[in-house]
């Protein structure tokens, strides 16, 4: 057990001389990590990180709320109708998820209120072609050229005429 500061002691020499003799006596030594960077450095401060971390590492997982896996769900198939490989599959994927979400308009989900719009399948299929360019179309045959003399000679009957 560690002994109690010593009145008169200020805390911080108190702490000095704890680790110096831990470090002296070698109980730091070997721990793991030992020379690598601190996990999360650089990253902004999160509070439950150590709880993402041990449900990683127990590879844990909690379902989410309806509302909320409704939305997740709307995002991913969004990103998968992005990734079609035609365009009709991806009216059919953004299709699909909008009957899911009209179905759930008749149903109470749990989670945080949500009301969640149907999916503008135009807009989805105007960023599909974005994205996903038409192969080099043939050029359009380019028109006969038109005749000058016989527009020049439609011109002067007009003029004459």
């Known amino acids: 057990m560690t002994e109690r500061k010593p009145l008169g002691v200020s805390f911080e020499t108190w702490i ?12 730091f030594d070997n721990l793991p990590g030992t020379g690598k960077p601190l996990p999360g450095e650089g990253k902004p401060h999160d ?18 709320p309806g509302t909320l896996a409704l939305r ?13 490989r035609t365009e009709a599959q ?31 399948v135009e807009k989805v299929v105007a960023d599909w072609r974005a994205r996903h360019p038409a192969e080099e179309k043939p050029a359009p045959a380019p028109e006969a050229p038109r005749e000058r003399h016989s527009l020049l000679r439609f011109f002067q009957r007009k003029r004459h005429g």
């Open 72 to 84: 997740k769900e709307v995002e991913e198939s969004v990103a998968e109708a992005m990734g079609a």
């Open 47 to 64: 509070e439950m990180w150590w709880i993402k971390q041990k449900m990683l590492e127990e590879n844990l997982s909690f379902p989410l």
């Open 16 to 27: 000095d001389r704890q680790i110096r003799e831990a470090t002296e006596r070698g109980e």
């Open 90 to 120: 991806a009216r059919a994927i953004v299709g699909g998820m909008n009957d899911r979400i009209r179905e759930s308009h008749g149903k109470t989900l749990s989670g945080p209120p949500l009301f969640q719009p149907l999916i503008d």
